[in-house]
């Protein structure tokens, strides 16, 4: 059993993406099922009929390694067994744990290209960042296929800004109802999987995947 503090439950077709960093190192760790996308159902990840909220302390069986898709390190297979609720850390214990790097997830961009990613060596590749920043616009919107979509709009650094797609359905629900939405928070950034398919110009898109709010402003 592996226990994280959770810090992203967010959607990932039609089911979640699971990751959260254990207690002491701030290590991260991704939960992996043998979908091929590796997304975690309902069945795999309920506990006693309730979703895991971010900021549980979860245990949850684990193998010791899980596949990577060439660019996702923090990977780790289920195990078989049910998941657990150990408890619930607060802000604070994870603050200490967010980056204080200028560039997110190897650029100043929204996405990183897969030829980039392939690039790195094995031990520089990342998929999760933990950023804390006191001033994001969270915005209803739409896609480029005209679908609803939530965004967040920050600022990293000097001068540089983030504007990048949420996968919250916390965050999400809440802009449907108010489209414009200002918080000092803690935000999960987590690289999503190699975009189009079946493109030579694949890239990796950096989505907002947990929001631990600190204050409204």
Known sequence: MAGII?????????NSCIAG?????????????????????PA?????GAEPELLDILEIPLQESGPDYGFQPENRSLAT???????????DDVLEHCS??????????????????QKFPKELRESL???????????????????????AKFQRGWGLIY???????????KIKKVNLLCLDCIMTIS???????????????????????????
């Open 6 to 14: 959770c810090l992203a439950n967010s959607r990932k077709h039609g």
């Open 21 to 41: 960093i254990k207690q002491v190192t701030g290590k991260w760790i991704r939960p992996i099922s043998t979908l091929p996308d590796g997304a975690i159902t």
């Open 44 to 48: 795999m990840r309920l506990i006693r």
């Open 81 to 91: 067994g049910a998941w657990q609720k150990a408890g619930q850390a607060k802000p």
């Open 100 to 117: 204080l790097t200028q560039f997110i997830l190897h650029n100043k961009h929204d996405c990183v290209a897969w030829r980039e990613l």
């Open 129 to 151: 960042q933990l950023v804390h920043c006191g001033q994001v616009k969270f915005y209803a919107t739409k896609s480029s296929r005209g679908n609803p979509q939530c965004r």
């Open 163 to 173: 504007d990048l797609v949420v996968t919250d359905p916390i965050i999400e629900e």
């Open 191 to 217: 690289l999503g999987m190699p975009f189009p398919e079946n493109s030579r110009n694949q890239k990796c898109y950096k989505l907002v995947a947990g929001v631990i709010e600190l204050s409204e402003m």
